[in-house]
């Protein structure tokens, strides 16, 4: 299905003109490739990725290029950024001694995460990239990944794997259960829930804007005209919170990558 018939249907097809309602569904998230670079195919929300990236470091580059001792608008904004982050997520978590390295890593990872969640309001883009699955895997993946090589760097082998496992004598006989338990959460469940929390919040927000956008045009005849002004409020008024929403994963993602990193840090898992 092409991108144009992801929300496209029968313009003339409204309710009480023997047409049924066209429900969003799977299709809605299915773009064709708008072209192909290098052998790879290029799709709407892998160029949204990019021109996120691209907006990200291009503010940050604005913001701090020429720093000054009065900052001005841009360098305000940027440095009220980069310290909620660093002072509100990075510092409270890992701590100030600890946490003060990944600080840019996870400055960049909160911001590239709002923006691509903030493309569904955006109008022409209007799509949240995180709701494709494989976008919050890869940026999971790579916390996971850090947490992993951290752990091990940190404790050593052996004493990774106690971390990891929550390996403790004191357990006594509920230790092998732990250990199992431990080594599932943390290797196997940990990165699934840390990406699926993400791309469920803004899959079904994306859908639910989608179905109320869908649903006053559908209305609109008849007696339906009433029927969809009520559709029409719900949309402003998710959209509205679906903008709350977008900001809360965002700050929720990075929290959780901020919690691996200092039980991997941590002397007792």
């Known amino acids: 299905m092409s991108a144009d018939q992801t929300l496209a249907f029968d313009p003339d097809c409204h309710i009480f003109s023997g047409c049924g309602f066209p429900a969003p569904g799977l299709h809605t998230f299915m773009y ?9 195919e290029i799709t709407k929300p892998m160029l949204l990725a990019v021109l996120g990236s691209i907006v990200v470091v291009g503010f940050f580059w604005a913001a701090f290029s020429k720093p000054k001792l009065v900052p001005g608008k841009m360098q305000m904004v940027g440095e009220a950024g980069y310290d909620f982050v660093r002072r509100g997520i990075v510092y409270d978590i890992i701590g100030k001694k600890d946490g003060e390295k990944y600080v840019p890593f996870m400055v ?6 709002w923006i691509m969640n903030l493309w569904s309001i955006i109008p022409i883009a209007q799509f949240p990239v995180t709701s494709l699955i494989a976008f919050p895997a890869g940026l999971a993946l790579i916390v996971y990944v850090l947490w992993v090589t951290l752990t091990f760097k940190k404790h050593g082998f052996v004493g990774g794997w106690k971390n990891i ?3 403790d004598k004191s357990l006594g006989p509920i230790l092998p259960l732990i250990v199992v338990l431990e ?3 943390n290797l196997l469940i940990r990165p699934f829930t840390h990406a699926v929390r993400l791309f469920a919040n803004m899959f079904a927000g994306h859908l639910l804007i989608v179905m109320f956008s869908l649903a006053t045009w559908y209305l609109m005849n008849g007696l339906g005209f009433v029927y969809a002004g009520a559709s029409f409020v719900m949309v402003i008024i998710m959209t509205a919170f679906e903008l709350f929403i977008q900001a809360v994963q965002a700050y929720v993602f990075v929290l959780l990558s901020c919690s691996y990193i200092q039980g991997a840090l941590a002397e007792h898992h």
């Open 32 to 40: 064709e490739p708008l072209g192909t670079v290098a052998g790879i």
């Open 165 to 167: 496992t929550g390996y």
């Open 183 to 185: 080594f599932l959460s």
């Open 108 to 113: 960049s990872l909160f911001f590239f995460v």
